[in-house]
């Protein structure tokens, strides 16, 4: 029985092409970050909402 190796080993190819690997890695991290920042909350998504306050328009009719 051979020694397969780690998780993952067979990726990487044989013949020199190790950087493939970062290159892609590099790639999904950057399309990633890209998503997550377009997906920033704004300043105003925190902000409390505003209480409501009812008018009684029979009153406010009658004052007029």
Do not use: C
């Not at 044989?14 to 399309?31: C, E, V």
């Not at 890209?34 to 009812?54: M, N």
């Amino acid at each position: 029985m051979t020694d397969l190796g780690a998780i993952g080993d067979n990726l990487i190819p044989a013949l020199g092409g190790g950087n493939a690997s970062g290159q892609h890695d590099q790639l999904f991290n950057s399309q990633a970050l890209e998503a997550a920042y377009r997906k920033l909350p704004l300043p105003k998504d925190s902000e409390r909402p505003r209480s409501y306050i009812p008018v009684n328009f029979m009153l406010s009719s009658a004052l007029e």
